[in-house]
Nanobody, 117 residues
Framework: QVQLVESGGGSAQAGGSLRLSCIASGSIFSKDDIRWYRQVPGKQRELVAT???????TYDDSVKGRFTISRDNAKNTAYLQMNSLQPEDTGFYYCMIPGPYPEYDSWGLGTHVTVSS
């Protein structure tokens, strides 16, 4: 069973930075795509960034140029470096490993980010 644990959330001023981590266990991490999602109360969870097992990276337009997703397969860990934070970046951040079907997707419990202006 895949388990994901996020960390690194907290509070930051607008323009500041935070680095989120996601440690995975129970999977062949190097063969997994990793996705970071953000959820704001009252809104649907939105995909922020993806890094495939091959290293292909995509970002949502709202974070391009500010966030950087990366992975360290030796540590079974993915990262989301968040720079130039804005108040609208506030929310819960979740990492996810997609399964062959949605019901097999693995999610962490999330870490919360608060950005104040």
């Amino acid at each position: 069973q895949v388990q994901l644990v996020e960390s690194g959330g907290g509070s930051a001023q607008a323009g500041g930075s935070l680095r989120l981590s996601c440690i995975a266990s129970g999977s062949i991490f190097s063969k997994d795509d990793i996705r970071w999602y953000r959820q704001v109360p009252g809104k649907q969870r939105e995909l922020v960034a993806t890094i495939t097992y091959a290293g292909t990276i995509t970002y949502d337009d709202s974070v391009k140029g500010r966030f950087t997703i990366s992975r360290d397969n030796a540590k079974n860990t993915a990262y989301l470096q968040m720079n130039s934070l804005q108040p609208e970046d506030t929310g819960f951040y979740y990492c996810m490993i997609p399964g062959p079907y949605p019901e097999y997707d693995s999610w962490g419990l999330g870490t919360h980010v608060t950005v104040s202006s």
